[in-house]
Every structure is written in C-alpha cells, then in structure tokens.
C-alpha cells in the first residue's frame, strides 16, 4: 500500500508569492492534518480535516488556508508567503488515532 | 510553558547502548502518546503508540508511560548507528475537536557512533 504522498518535495518562493501543496492519504484514511515543521522544533499543527470538513485549527494567520476533496486527497494554499513561512509542510493521515506523514514539502521563501 | 517539554540534546551514545529519551506534559487531557522517528530531511516515521499507563514493548524499543507523573520514555536497547535521528514525541487527547491534532515535543537528537 502507497503511504501518504505529498508534492512537490521542495519548492522556492518568493516572498508575497502564494504556494499550494498538496496530499493523498492513505488509502481508507478519511482525516488529513497538516503541519509545520521549522528546523530545529518539533511539528505545530495547523489544520485537521475530517470527510471534507474543518475539524481543528492551529495558531496560523488567515494567510492559511486548506481544503480536502471528496477523494480525501488535501491542498494547504499560502498566501503573501513571508520569510518566516520557511520550513518543511508535513501531512498525516489517520484512521483512528495513530496518524502516518508524508515525507514533506521543504519550502524556501526568499 | 510548552505543554510538552523534551529535552532537544543532542545525545551521542556508542554502539549498543540502552538510550533513555524522555518527554514531559503539562495536560492531564492527553491520553495516547506516540513517538516518531525522523531521520534527516524525512517524515516523521511511527514508532510506538501507547494509550495507557505502563510498558509496551516492540523489538529493540520499549514505551513507558506514566500518568500520574505526567512522564513518558522510550528505551532504545542494544542501539546501532542506524538509529542515530531525531526522536520526537507526541501525544493526543481523547475525541471532540481535538481529535487529529498532535502535540509534539521540540524532538532529541540522537547519534549513536560505530
């Protein structure tokens, strides 16, 4: 079984640019969450869909955004991206409890 | 204060040594508690995923968790260099909106030398 994909794997962008990363979760999981990762820290939560609908949000500015499709498969859209916004993008996906990631996306905002 | 504090190292060991790595919390709502592997520049993998007090053991790598000190371990026993990464710990409280989000600890960073 195909784990969770995530693309693109690396991206560079500018600073004011706006950037869509995208997941597929594995095959059954009906929960997608995504994360930050900044170097050096552990994940911070960002945002839990569960069957197309917004089940949590974490402490993100509105330049965040995520949506799920009937597929489960998940975008998280950036808006006017800051040098800040540097890190990698992690998406879990989870039957119960247990949640699996993707490999990530490493952004580059310069 | 973080509600989940784990000690960020980094802790070099030699080959076949018992590694420790510890994570506290502050929010008795946490009730199942993961921890992940990352290796550089990855995912973190799924290691071990506990829900109550007590041991539980898989391989090489055994998953302590006690409640009432609000304190859980994971021992890595006869280490090899392959485990050298970063080890983070995470935990879940039980249902309602806060079902899927993760809380993590800042993550160990282990090197186990040859």
């Known amino acids: 079984d195909a784990g969770v994909t995530q693309s693109p794997t690396h991206l560079i962008k500018t600073r004011g640019q706006q950037v869509t990363l995208r997941c597929s979760p594995i095959s059954g999981h009906k929960s997608v969450s995504w994360y930050q990762q900044v170097l050096g820290q552990g994940p911070q939560f960002i945002f839990q869909?569960?069957?197309?609908?917004?089940?949590g949000r974490g402490n993100f500015p509105d330049r965040f955004s995520a949506r799920q499709f009937p597929n489960y498969s998940s975008e998280l859209n950036v808006n006017a991206l800051l040098l800040g916004d540097s890190a990698l993008y992690l998406c879990a996906s989870s039957l119960n409890t247990e949640a699996f990631f993707g490999q990530g996306t490493r952004l580059t905002v310069v | 204060q973080k509600e989940v504090e784990q000690d960020p190292g980094p802790l070099s060991v030699p080959e076949g040594a018992i590694v420790s790595l510890n994570c506290t919390y502050s929010n008795s709502a946490f009730q199942y508690f993961m921890w992940y592997r990352q290796y550089s520049r990855k995912g973190p993998e799924l290691l071990m995923y506990t829900y109550s007090s007590g041991n539980k053991e898989d391989g090489r790598f055994t998953a302590q968790v006690d409640k009432s000190s609000k304190y859980i371990s994971l021992f890595i026993r006869d280490s090899q260099p392959s485990d050298s990464a970063t080890y983070l710990c995470?935990?879940?409280?039980?249902?309602?909106?806060?079902?899927?989000?993760?809380?993590f600890g800042q993550g160990t960073i282990l090197t186990v030398h040859p």
């Open positions: 869909y569960y069957e197309k609908e917004e089940r």
């Open positions: 995470a935990m879940l409280r039980a249902g309602g909106t806060s079902y899927g989000k993760l809380t």
